[in-house]
Nanobody, 130 residues
Framework: QVQVVESGGGLAQAGGSLRLSCAAS????????MGWFRQAPGKEREFVAA????????VATDSVKGRFTISGDNAKNTVYLQMNKLKPEDTAVYYC???????????????????????WGQGTQVTVSS
C-alpha cells in the first residue's frame, strides 16, 4: 500500500506564488511516476503536470505552462509543484497521484491520464483571490 499526502495549499493573491509538496510512503522501494491534478467546483478533475520517476521528463498542461513547475526528489519520495503568477482560475483542490512502476522500471515516461495512476492523496485547497 502507498500513502500519498499533499501539503502547501492555501490562499494567495493573483500574481502570487504557492508551493505544493507531495510525499509518498509505503512501497517506496518501487519506482513511481507522479502527477498533479486539480478539480474546481462543478468541474471535472483535470491534469496539471506530471514528472517521470527519475525527474528526467516532465509536462504541464497549456494553461499553466510558464507559470507552474513540477519537480521531484527521488531520495525523499517527494514531488513539488511550484505555482507562480497565480490566477483566480487556478482556484481548485489540487490532488497528487502516484503510478507504481516497479523496481526494475528503466524508462522515463510521465503520465497525464487520471486512470493511469494507482494512488491518490486527499487533496489540498488552493484559493487565489483577485
Amino acid at each position: 500500500q502507498v500513502q500519498v499526502v499533499e501539503s502547501g495549499g492555501g490562499l494567495a493573491q493573483a500574481g502570487g506564488s504557492l508551493r505544493l509538496s507531495c510525499a509518498a510512503s509505503g512501497r517506496t522501494f518501487s519506482r513511481s511516476a507522479m502527477g498533479w491534478f486539480r478539480q474546481a467546483p462543478g468541474k471535472e478533475r483535470e491534469f496539471v503536470a506530471a514528472v517521470s520517476w527519475n525527474g528526467d521528463n516532465s509536462v504541464a498542461t497549456d494553461s499553466v505552462k510558464g507559470r507552474f513547475t513540477i519537480s521531484g526528489d527521488n531520495a525523499k519520495n517527494t514531488v513539488y509543484l511550484q505555482m507562480n503568477k497565480l490566477k483566480p482560475e487556478d482556484t481548485a483542490v489540487y490532488y497528487c497521484a502516484a503510478k507504481i512502476l516497479g523496481t526494475r522500471y528503466s524508462g522515463s515516461d510521465y503520465y497525464t491520464g487520471r486512470h493511469e495512476y494507482d494512488y491518490w492523496g486527499q487533496g489540498t485547497q488552493v484559493t487565489v483571490s483577485s
